[in-house]
């Protein structure tokens, strides 16, 4: 049995002033969860019964040896403790948990060694070889939004923990619980390479005794027809938050300090395929964070079937050491692209509906993808005019849409959670000015920032001149490119709201650790909720995801202007 952590980060100091929203927080995966070994035979068990206890060892054996016999053995087993299931079902006694705990063990093994010896392919099924030749056991899969090509690999969900959940969303039933890993070797608009989503794999039989291997979405299926009754499956909506938290591991100081590593999981992505109709939810994650930081509140989320039924979830990640404007210049044309590619022709009113939610620096993302930018952020870091300024047409045409923009007419709502507006006195301490310089930006941009700069003598802000502004710079209370923020105006059909954390301490300043109260409020808003939490656990704060689903519920009841 193998187990993983989720570190905290190892520099004191980093947590302590830039909040990462990873926190400090433990996963541990278990697994995968292979079957235990099944007791002898027993007398007074019936034919079936013992004859799958009997397989079942002669199955063992020849995986310990590597025949890929077991395969076909392991189904015998399955298949033959499936009738016993079948018909004890709702009974309580010997029979009827040997039963279950043949047929859940073998069908765990059959998955585990039929992907092991490639005899199991999501889209032809389950290859068996037998004494009178090949055969196969159809696949037929309910409820997915995924396609029978996306199962590319599985991992048996065993034990788990993880502090980053509020709550375990698992029931037990029939079936066994799966972890679905889609993989490419290829980038595809708003698809990450590798992307996690659960299963409940079932074997029955039909009514002419042939067998098929039921692959369901227990987010959206809660039974399977056996016979003339419905019965559960066993369902765990968790385990992929929980496997995505304790294989994350420190990728955000990562991010934080190289810019230019950035991956294939970096840019906006859909955490399920396109679902027309649904309303995107757009998650944007704060400083030394990624999109883990939301676990709690997606998991809290997509258990809710009002919720489900409207939204859908897409998250932003993004490398939080560059600055945030160019951030959310990415996540403005990104999110541009993929409103063409999924709706060219403007027909799915949902996607003129969008929902943006961010978290501390993500707030300020998500701020200037609502906001006119007329000529505020340019004058706060030059005093010529744009078309006025000498340099390569690459670096000048980077530069003008970094600070010239207009609103994203799809987004309507945005919630902001612990964003400093006014930015974060810590910034400015020694302690900031320091954990910026940790921040490497590529050669050749650091060359194109310096050419502009030589070419444009006394132009440019010294926030701007010195080098390019990391995101902490930009954190600055008195930086001039913040204040530019400050005062672009918000589009008149978007709603606000701001989710502001606080210490009970009365001795001290109203804070939540990095962001002052004062910093975090924002005028305007239709509504502002005060959470007595800390930074980096405001996010996924009971009190927040609670005004976050009352705030989606009103959005699915509220029609808004497609243009602005």
Known sequence: MRSSKFKCIPIAVLLAFLGAASGCHTSRW???????????????????????????????????????????????????????????????????????????????????????????????????HGLHGSDHVAIQYQGFVWQPGDFNDFILVGDYSSDKLLTTYRSPGL????????????????????????????????????????????????????????????????????????????????????????????????????????????????LLSDPTTWIAMANELRVRPDILEQYQFWAFEY?????????????????????????????????????????????????????????SLWNAIANRPFDQIAGADE????LGRLVFFEPQPAIKRVVMIATPHDGAETAQRLV????????????????????????????????????????IDLLEPDSPSLQGIKRLPIASCVALHSVIGYNKNPLCKPTDGVVSVESARHPGVESELFVSAGHTKVQSHPATIEEVLRILRLHATTSRPRNL
């Open 30 to 128: 278990h697994g995968p969860a292979l079957a235990r070994p099944i007791a002898g035979i027993t007398e007074g068990n019936s034919p079936n019964l013992l004859a799958a206890e009997s397989a079942y060892y002669a199955a063992n054996r020849l995986e310990s040896a590597g025949d890929e016999g077991c395969v076909d053995a392991y189904f015998e087993v399955a298949k033959s403790s499936w009738f016993e299931v079948r018909n004890t079902m709702g009974l309580v006694d010997a029979t009827s948990v040997r039963a279950s705990q043949l047929y859940h063990s073998s069908l765990a093994k059959l998955i585990w060694t039929g992907k092991r010896f490639d005899r199991l392919d999501p889209v032809h099924g389950l290859s068996l």
């Open 319 to 375: 490398p939080t050491g560059e600055p945030f404007v160019r951030s959310a210049l990415t996540l403005r044309e990104e999110l541009a692209e993929s409103i063409r590619i999924f709706d060219p022709n403007g027909q799915d009113p949902a996607l003129s509906n969008m929902v943006v939610i961010g978290h501390s620096m993500g707030g300020l993302v998500a701020k200037l993808q609502i906001t006119t930018s007329h000529h």
């Open 395 to 398: 670096t000048l045409d980077l």
């Open 175 to 286: 079936g066994v619980p799966l972890l679905v890993i889609r993989k490419r070797e290829f980038d595809e608009p708003m698809r990450r390479r590798e992307q996690l989503f659960p299963a409940t794999v079932v074997l029955r039989s039909e009514p002419d005794q042939s067998f098929t291997l039921d692959f369901c979405d227990p987010i959206r299926v809660a039974g399977i027809d056996i016979g003339d009754q419905t019965v559960a499956i066993s369902r765990d909506l968790s385990a992929p938050f929980a496997y995505r938290a304790a294989k994350n591991g420190n990728s955000a100081l990562q991010a934080f300090r190289l810019p230019s590593s950035t991956g294939d999981d970096d840019g906006l992505y859909a955490i399920e395929p396109y679902q027309p109709g649904k309303i995107p939810i757009i998650f944007v994650h704060g």
């Open 432 to 471: 900031g000015r320091i954990t910026s310089l940790f921040v490497k930006q590529p050669e050749d941009r650091q060359a194109s920032h310096q050419r502009l700069v030589a070419e444009n003598p006394a132009v440019f802000s010294s926030e701007f001149r010195k080098r390019i502004p990391t995101s």
